[in-house]
């Protein structure tokens, strides 16, 4: 009788466990919960977007702190100035290599966030060399819309 050798699966299946782990930790490093505004009523699905995109992301944190965050770097800084001067920074050396209609940054900000703490992303973008910001909506999970 004929048994079937089982070495090559298992080593493919440790092999693909494997991959699937190192690929989910990198999804991770951008993935900051934001809770968004309730009203959103739709947003625009732009799937061919130009060049990289950059995420500038505003949290407000269980100690009622407000952080900054462009791509996976969180920013810590004293005031807002400095806040400020950081997500420019930041910004321009992820977005500087390419074309200027290719420079687009997506805006995600917590609903939870005073809107005087959230200018300081806004103000970062704006004096960044970014010629688009898109803002980041949650898709109503009711319907098909956004």
Do not use: H
Request: net charge negative.
């Amino acid at each position: 009788m004929r048994s079937f050798n089982m070495t090559p699966i298992i080593d493919i299946v440790f092999l693909l466990i494997i991959f699937f782990l190192v690929v989910c930790q990198f999804i991770e490093a951008e993935n900051f919960p934001v809770a968004v505004p309730d009203e959103c009523g739709f947003a625009e699905n732009d799937l061919e977007r130009k060049g990289q995109v950059t995420t500038v992301t505003v949290i407000r944190t269980t100690d009622e702190r407000t952080d900054f965050a462009v791509g996976a770097e969180k920013i810590a800084a004293a005031n807002y100035t400095d806040i400020v001067e950081k997500l420019t920074k930041l910004i321009d050396m992820r977005l500087k290599d390419l074309p200027a209609d290719g420079r687009v940054v997506i805006l995600r900000i917590d609903k939870e966030v005073p809107f005087a703490q959230a200018q300081c992303a806004l103000a970062g973008i704006a004096a960044s060399c970014a010629t688009d910001i898109q803002l980041a909506v949650l898709r109503d999970k009711g319907t098909n819309d956004w």
